[in-house]
């Protein structure tokens, strides 16, 4: 059914803000500095209303209405809610472009569209509908493999034209629709595009944010109430804007960059807000590597994040969808309730420790802590740009990993990739070359795989209390498996790094 088309220390990185609350064309804009914590275990204004003096009579502007500047957000939301001006706090219907469900939200979801719309009634669009199983899929556990039945059974009966079905759960290959984890599936597939409203029933779905696009994760009931009208009521978030200017040091990801930023303004500096990413570190990465930046904007407690379309955007998009889409952009007089500016040039590697995103610290502060495992992988770390990473980080060492190092592609092209992309500088060797002559395990079949922990028989689960260096986006107690389990979230050069020492490692150890 499916269809395809290392270095000065820390402190010396400033970070400067701008607050924007109480005026919308406020320009100050001041530094303070800031250092990262090691790893060690450790004017309200008053308003004042006055009679305004006579004055003549004043005929109506002929040049239009004037209008408020919005930011590409707000811009979004009035588009698809029919409005020609929106401010943060409105509340509006907004036309849904897409809604993709997956295999642990999906049955919730179907259930509570059937209840209230009844057993018989169809989908608002069954071509805007994408299903996408993922989650827990290559187990035995019943339940978890009646969620991909139930799944089968709803696209069957409302012809759900892009359903990703798997049937053969012994060989994935043998499943010509099923395509994987579905943040990065639904860039691959052609569903993500500039201007549009993507919805999923995923706290994750805001990785789409890397197209220009709004999509953020809604829960069952709301996916419901979708499924049969093709909206839904949405509040407009104010916009913080995060700038980041400088080259990339060769030694950094985009993971390194927004754990500084998580780590900056906490799990809950964003909370119901847009996270916009520009300057010129932004414009320089890839579609994969903004695709890492917005994917963890909700471990902020963002709403959404988005970077503006542009030609690497376009270009990616090229052999991807034929469907027309319009981009839009923030205003240059654009409100942002804060602006944050970072000089890429100064930060260093990162980790976050355990049991959070927002615990920030250097990847070189961490050098004695000593872990089990290592997992790359998931929607976050487990694209073919990430392998890449890896395999750079391999090479240039020479040397075997000393932890089990475990390997899940995201989707089923990442895999092939794994097997057919030869890697930079290696004189034609393939990642999974590189990745069996330095000891580590085979890549497994293309699944969200342990990032969840998942049912007991998940591949790579944690099901003991070990230290894990992980690719992925939480750590949180259990979420990986084993409640007393430690995960540090890394980029996948500093994860790399890991695996060849077994401790905690600062990438430049081996890239310089």
Known sequence: ?????????????????????????????????????????????????????????????????????????????????????????????????TLMTHDISGPGSIGIFKREFGPDAKVW?????????????????????RNVDILRDFCNDQNIKYFYDIKDLGNFKANPDYKGVCHVALA??????????????DSHTCTAGAFGQFATGIGNTDAG????????????????????DGEMPDYLLAKDLILQIIGEISVAGAT??????????????????????????????????????????????????????EPVYSD?????????RFDITKLEPLVAKPHSPDNRALARECKDVKIDRVYIGSCT?????????????????????????????????????????????????????IFEEAGCDTPASPTCGACMGGPRDTYARMNKAVVCVSTTNR????????????????????????????FVTDPREFLQ
């Open 272 to 325: 119901y807000k847009s996270m916009e990413f520009a300057g010129t570190t932004v414009e320089s990465l890839t579609m994969e590597e903004r695709m890492t930046l917005c994917n963890m904007v909700i471990e902020a407690g963002g709403k959404n994040g988005v970077v503006p379309a542009d030609s690497t955007t376009f270009k990616y998009l090229e052999d991807k969808t034929t469907i027309p889409y």
């Open 125 to 145: 669009d069954r071509e805007k509908v994408v299903i996408i199983p993922d989650h827990y899929i290559f187990t035995a556990d019943k339940l978890a493999n």
């Open 381 to 433: 770390g487990g694209k073919t740009e990430d392998f890449m990473a890896v395999a750079k980080v391999f090479l240039a060492s020479g040397k075997k990993v000393k932890v089990p190092t475990f390997l899940v592609p995201a989707t089923r092209k990442v895999w092939m990739d794994l097997y057919t992309l030869p890697v930079p500088g290696s004189g034609g060797k393939t990642c999974s070359q």
């Open 188 to 201: 691959q597939e052609g569903h993500c595009r500039p201007g549009e409203v993507l919805l999923g029933t």
């Open 225 to 244: 109430f979708v499924l049969g009208t093709g909206k839904l009521l949405l509040k407009v978030p104010p916009t913080l804007k995060f700038i980041m």
């Open 332 to 340: 240059a007089q654009a409100r942002f309730l804060t602006e944050y």
């Open 1 to 97: 059914m499916a269809s395809s088309t290392i270095s000065p220390p820390s402190a010396s990185f400033i970070v400067k803000k701008k607050e924007l609350g109480r005026s919308a064309f406020s320009s100050s804009s001041s530094p303070s500095p800031f250092s990262v914590p090691k790893c060690n275990k450790s004017a309200a204004k008053k308003i004042v209303s006055a009679m305004a003096p006579q004055q003549a009579e004043r005929m109506p502007a002929t040049t239009g209405s004037v209008k408020t500047a919005m930011t590409l957000t707000e811009k979004i939301f009035a588009r698809a809610s029919e409005k020609p001006q929106l401010s943060p706090g409105d509340n509006v219907w907004v036309n849904v472009d």
């Open 475 to 502: 750590n949180f107690p259990g979420r990986m498996g084993h409640k007393e389990g430690q995960v540090y979230l890394a980029s996948p050069y500093t994860a790399a790094a890991s695996a060849l020492t077994g």
